[in-house]
């Protein structure tokens, strides 16, 4: 109790804390209920995560023609040379338990014939995409995995509880700031450890398909906290995003390729097999700059992706929702040719964490997209991110239970009382900043960049950095906060990687894997110094080693 008899900010604490609640967040939960109190925070509604609008698929090596050994060798070529091996092995042969383990917790994926019913998407080599009601597989997932998480009364759901601030103490994350978003109050919330599994970025970009709470909030907190990031220019574009000026950017599934769709220029032309040797299976970066190079090439603003040769009955079978979606915009897949264009998709890049989801900041986990485990590289491969956030959202949560189990919950009262007495401020006019950092991005740091649109990019968004550097009261003006943040650590690791490599592509360094390719960006706001020989850009870039991972003790055998 402070001087004034007001009680502090501060919470009951909690052994676990987890910051968002799709797949790897909820799978974390789950894992970690076991062995304590878990408080599970939730910006807006808990069906609002980036999960639910996974429409593609699940990829797993379950199907007979398929092997665990396959599914890496997929996964490293996509990845461009640049998957963490170790960590790529984890996902394809933890993968398959995962996923029975859904299964039996009530996971209906589709079948035919009684069987699985594996479908195939670009890059790989066998078929096995598992789906859920046609292109709900994501929607299914989190189902399942709420409807479980409901079931444990050692789970505290906190929804529209924004998180604003990791709290760091005695050199370790032991809590953070959380925005009643109902209220408008700010109080600390301890916890042992936490988890992160916010998602990730796309916001930032003019088009994206991710949905509206996809501003990076996670990758900007933990970089605020002193959490290594890695491999921020590593940014996947859709290839196949609905373009209607009406609309926005629906995402039109890898698998309507993979079931045999086409992609057509303005001019009707099918152009795919002129960029690669896989036509329209290629991968997504590939099939992005092509489309790009076409649109340039032809003066027009999207190309089609036509699946009318497909029949009517199968297109509405096997693509529900997207059917129903483009009817919505007077389209009619069955019979038209689909208007696409890339757009924002997913970030290979994030909060670095080892095999086991431990970040280089002491107490603090990551997984899903908000992390950047290793598994993607400088691509992602199809399918592979549902997959990615149930094995490293449990195996995040077996090592935060290691972590915790000798340790107590500090003292956070001095920064109970530090809130308390905080005066926020408004930011101006946030929606403009937001949309005028979007069009930046897009414009500058997008699908093609340049030494001399980076520049440009990173000089702006230094001016928008010092706006932001302040305490709002907002989610709004939070979320901008962070979009900025992360946004100027995109920008900057894309000017320092000065060759073409997977998504990333430089149009003054069109080589593929030019000098020093094998090397990953790191930021940090601990870390002002490069080893480059070359003139740093401003700002906080780094370019060392991968971090070794740091021992924490054998990640404990799962218990029944």
């Not at 090592?399 to 930011?427: F, G, K, N, Q, Y």
Request: glycine residues 8%; hydrophobic residues 40%.
């Amino acid at each position: 109790m402070a001087a004034t008899g007001r009680p502090l900010p501060i919470a009951p604490p909690a052994d676990f804390l987890v910051i968002g609640s799709g797949v790897a967040g909820l799978r974390a939960a789950l894992e970690l209920s076991r062995e304590g109190r878990v408080v599970m925070l939730t910006k807006g509604h808990p069906l609002q995560s980036s999960s639910i609008y996974a429409q593609g698929g699940v990829a797993v090596a379950l199907s007979e023609e398929d092997d665990v050994a396959i599914h890496l060798t997929d996964t490293v070529k996509a990845g461009h040379g640049l998957c963490r091996r170790e960590a790529v092995r984890v996902l394809v042969e933890e993968g398959p338990d995962r996923i029975q383990e859904l299964i039996r917790w009530g996971a209906k994926f589709d079948k035919a014939g009684g069987k699985f019913a594996f479908a195939r998407e670009a890059a790989h080599s066998r078929s096995r995409i598992l789906r859920a009601r046609g292109d709900a597989t994501g929607n299914e997932m989190v189902r399942v995995l709420m409807a479980q998480a409901a079931r444990h009364k050692r789970i505290q759901r906190l929804d529209y509880h924004f998180t604003v601030d990791l709290i760091v103490e005695e050199g370790r994350c032991c809590g953070a700031v959380v925005l009643n978003e109902h209220t408008g109050a700010q109080f600390v919330l301890p916890a042992k450890a936490v988890v992160l599994s916010t998602g990730g970025a796309g916001q930032i970009y003019a088009r994206t398909t991710n949905p509206p709470n996809a501003t990076g909030d996670g990758m900007a907190m933990a970089f605020r906290a002193g959490a290594q990031l890695q491999d921020m220019e590593f940014v996947q574009f859709h290839p196949t995003a609905l373009f209607l000026p009406s609309s926005p950017p629906f995402l039109l599934s890898e698998a309507m390729r993979g079931e045999g769709g086409q992609l057509r220029n303005s001019k009707g032309e099918l152009f795919m097999h002129r960029y690669h040797p896989m036509g329209a299976l290629a991968p997504r970066d590939i099939v992005a700059r092509a489309i790009w190079a076409e649109m340039a090439a032809t003066r027009a603003r999207h190309v089609y992706l036509d699946v009318t040769h497909l029949g009517a009955d199968f297109v509405k079978r096997r693509f529900p929702t997207i059917y129903a979606t483009c009817l919505r915009y007077d389209i009619d897949i069955t019979e038209e040719w689909i208007p696409v264009s890339p757009s924002a998709h997913y970030m290979m890049g994030g909060v670095w964490t080892d095999i086991n989801g431990a970040t280089t900041l002491p107490g603090l986990f990551a997984a899903g997209e908000v992390a950047c485990s290793g598994v993607h590289g400088a691509n992602r491969l199809a399918s592979n991110s549902l997959l990615e956030g149930l094995v490293f959202g449990m195996r995040a949560g077996l090592s935060a239970i290691w972590w915790a189990s000798s340790r107590t919950v500090p003292d956070l009262s001095r920064h109970a009382e530090a809130l308390r007495r905080c005066r926020w401020e408004p930011l101006e006019d946030a929606e403009k900043l937001r949309s005028s950092l979007r069009r930046t991005m897009w414009g500058q740091v997008g699908v093609i960049r340049s030494r001399d649109s980076l520049i440009r990019a990173t000089a702006q968004l230094s001016r928008w950095m010092r706006l932001v550097c302040r305490p709002f009261a907002t989610r709004a003006d939070l979320e901008a906060k962070n979009m900025v943040q992360v946004a100027y650590c995109v920008a900057e690791a894309a000017l320092w990687r000065e060759n073409s490599v997977g998504a990333h592509f430089r149009s003054d360094f069109p080589q593929s894997r030019g000098a020093g390719w094998k090397r990953h960006s790191q930021l940090s706001v601990k870390d002002l110094v490069t080893e480059r020989k070359r003139p740093a850009p401003r700002g906080l870039v780094i370019a060392l080693p991968a971090p070794k991972t740091r021992s924490r003790g054998p990640v404990p055998p799962r218990r029944g």
